[in-house]
C-alpha cells in the first residue's frame, strides 16, 4: 500500500499537507506549485480535472475541469499560467491561476504524458 502512495507522488505530498487522499480524485498524477501563488495544481487523471490546493490552509478552493485523462502539470516561471498535458484528448490546457479559468485548448500529439516550461 505504502509503495502504491510514493508512486503517485502527488498522493504522497496531499499527505503530507495534512490532507486525505480521497480529497482529490484517484489516482493524480501530477501536482505543481504556482510560484507566486499559495496554491498547488493537481492533475487527477479518471475525473478530468484539476485540484486547486490552497497550500497555505492545505484545503481544496477548487476544482478545474481539463481534457480528458490530465497527466501532468507545469506552471510558468510568474506563476500565472498551468498547462495541463491531457492524455486522453490529445491537448494541453492553459489555466489562467490568477481566476483558475480554463483560457485555451491547444492540440498536440498523439497522448502527451508530460509538460515542462522553460526558456530558450
Do not use: C, K, Q
Request: glycine share 8%.
Amino acid at each position: 500500500m505504502l509503495t502504491r502512495l510514493i508512486r503517485h507522488a502527488v498522493v504522497a505530498v496531499v499527505i503530507a499537507a495534512g490532507l486525505t487522499p480521497t480529497s482529490v480524485a484517484m489516482p493524480a498524477t501530477a501536482v505543481a506549485a504556482a510560484p507566486l501563488r499559495e496554491f498547488a495544481y493537481v492533475a487527477n487523471f479518471w475525473s478530468d480535472t484539476v485540484s486547486v490546493i490552497n497550500i497555505a490552509t492545505n484545503t481544496i478552493t477548487g476544482t478545474i475541469r481539463v481534457g480528458n485523462r490530465p497527466e501532468d502539470v507545469a506552471i510558468t516561471p510568474d506563476g500565472g499560467h498551468a498547462y495541463v498535458a491531457n492524455r486522453g484528448s490529445d491537448s494541453v490546457t492553459v489555466i489562467d491561476t490568477a481566476t483558475n479559468t480554463v483560457t485555451d485548448t491547444i492540440r498536440v500529439g498523439d497522448a502527451p504524458t508530460g509538460v515542462a516550461i522553460g526558456r530558450l
